[in-house]
DNA sequence: CGTCTTGGTAGCATGTTGCAACCAGCAGCG
DNA sequence: CGCTGCTGGTTGCAACATGCTACCAAGACG
């Protein structure tokens, strides 16, 4: 049983974000939970991961505060596994993902499933990375400002 | 040498992302990468990952079109690991993730390192997840339009 | 040239993954 | 109750990936 930490590059938050979800199954499980599912079996099926590894990922995202293990929901007495705020809070980042995605490697026409506004129906605006003003923002606009202590 | 895909859930696009990323290793390279890291050096002191791993990291970003091998840069006769376009497209994701690290791993006051608007050296704007029309969408408000044929 | 740095490769121990088999606790049914 | 099937796991083992260390070849540099 490991706690250990993989990236020790701790001062650096994207380092203890992949940290704590911990690997790719990992947030495929959370990219299922987005879309509706709550059951072991819900995800076994979906991924078709091993019941070993799924059953260790959902344990640690339990532990990571990103999944919460509840009681019911159906009246059966199994339990289901659902986002907390702390999960929820991960929906850009998955979204992110999914139109890095669409746009890198799908031909154009080539079906996949979207996330799609519930009212509208419609796409999704692409996320836009903004300064405080406002400003939209390329990488080569930004720098990282390491502060060690003070 | 594996092409091998790993989550053969290929109609959905966060799959292919996952996939053509690789590794956690992968992201912290492309990280690096945005914070100005060039060289195999640069990559191995920062990460501290082993050099077979990341040789082996490095070609595959570089096989998946997300770096690119260029000749030089500083006159001598190394090579340099750069952003494609198609990894600068993953500053969102970085950014999203960087983002949920501050505001779930952190104290209030714990010091880390930021990502800052060059310009007028202040923090981003958090990401926000836009319908269409520019509503602010929580998770609950999309759902997921799987589409297979037609 | 001699030596240091850079950017790797090779070999091996160890850890993690994935498959398959097994199993316990409900559920439903007569 | 006793049988059967489903859900949600656990256990063991083989195969693969990771990471460490040692080694190495080709610049750089005087």
């Known amino acids: 049983m490991v706690t250990r930490t993989r990236f020790d ?3 650096c938050p994207v380092a203890r974000s992949v940290d704590a979800i911990g690997d790719w199954w990992s947030l495929l499980i959370v990219r299922d939970a987005f879309d509706g599912s709550r059951r072991f079996g819900e995800f076994q099926r979906s991924l078709g991961v091993a019941k070993n590894i799924l059953t260790a990922r959902l344990r640690t995202l339990v532990a990571g505060g990103v999944l919460e293990s509840v009681p019911a929901s159906d009246g059966s ?3 289901e596994y ?3 705020a702390k999960g929820k809070a991960l929906f850009p980042v998955i979204v992110a993902l999914r139109q890095w995605g669409e746009q890198n ?3 154009p026409g080539e079906p996949h499933s979207e996330l799609v506004d519930r009212r509208q129906g419609q796409r999704l605006r692409p996320l836009e990375v903004l300064s405080a003003d406002g400003r939209r923002l390329d990488p080569d606009d930004t720098t ?3 502060l060690s202590a003070e």
């Open 105 to 107: 490697f799908f031909s």
């Open 82 to 84: 659902v986002l907390t």
């Open 9 to 11: 590059d701790s001062e």
């Open 144 to 146: 990282v400002h390491k």
């Open 77 to 79: 007495a199994y339990r």
